[in-house]
C-alpha cells in the first residue's frame, strides 16, 4: 500500500512562517498530483495548494501570495512553506497524493494523518 507521512506543524506567532513536508512512500508507480488541505474545528476540510507531476500550482484566494507549494519527484515528498501565517490559517493540515499503485489499476487518493498548526495573535 502506500502511506503519506507529514511534519513540520506547530505553534508560531502571527507573522511567522513553517515549512510543511509530506513524503510518500509504498508501492508507488507513479504520483499524479499532490496537495495540501485544511480542516478548522467546525469547519469543512478545503484545498490549501496543490500540485501536478510537471509543477504547476493552484491555491486557494485566502492563502495567495503567502504559501507555496513545491514538490520533489524524485522523493515523492511535497513541501508547503507558509509565510505570514494568520490566526485564521489554525487547522490540521493534511497532504494528499493521487497515485499509481503497483499492480493496481487506476488512481487512487491517499491522505497522511495529519499536522496541527497553530498560529497566535
Known amino acids: 500500500q502506500v502511506q503519506l507521512v507529514e511534519s513540520g506543524g506547530g505553534l508560531v506567532q502571527a507573522g511567522g512562517s513553517l515549512r510543511l513536508s509530506c513524503a510518500a512512500s509504498?508501492?508507488?508507480?507513479?504520483?499524479?498530483?499532490m496537495g495540501w488541505y485544511r480542516q478548522a474545528p467546525g469547519k469543512q476540510r478545503e484545498l490549501v495548494a496543490d500540485?501536478?507531476?510537471?509543477?504547476?500550482?493552484n491555491y486557494a484566494d485566502s492563502v495567495k501570495g503567502r504559501f507555496t507549494i513545491s514538490r520533489d519527484n524524485a522523493k515523492n515528498t511535497v513541501y508547503l512553506q507558509m509565510n505570514s501565517l494568520k490566526p485564521d490559517d489554525t487547522a490540521v493540515y493534511y497532504c494528499?497524493?493521487?497515485?499509481?499503485?503497483?499492480?493496481?489499476?487506476?488512481?487512487?487518493?491517499?491522505w497522511g494523518q495529519g499536522t496541527q498548526v497553530t498560529v497566535s495573535s
Open positions: 494528499n497524493a493521487e497515485v499509481w499503485v503497483v499492480e493496481r489499476i487506476g488512481v487512487e487518493a491517499f
Open positions: 509504498g508501492n508507488i508507480h507513479r504520483i499524479n498530483d
Open positions: 500540485i501536478t507531476s510537471g509543477g504547476s500550482a
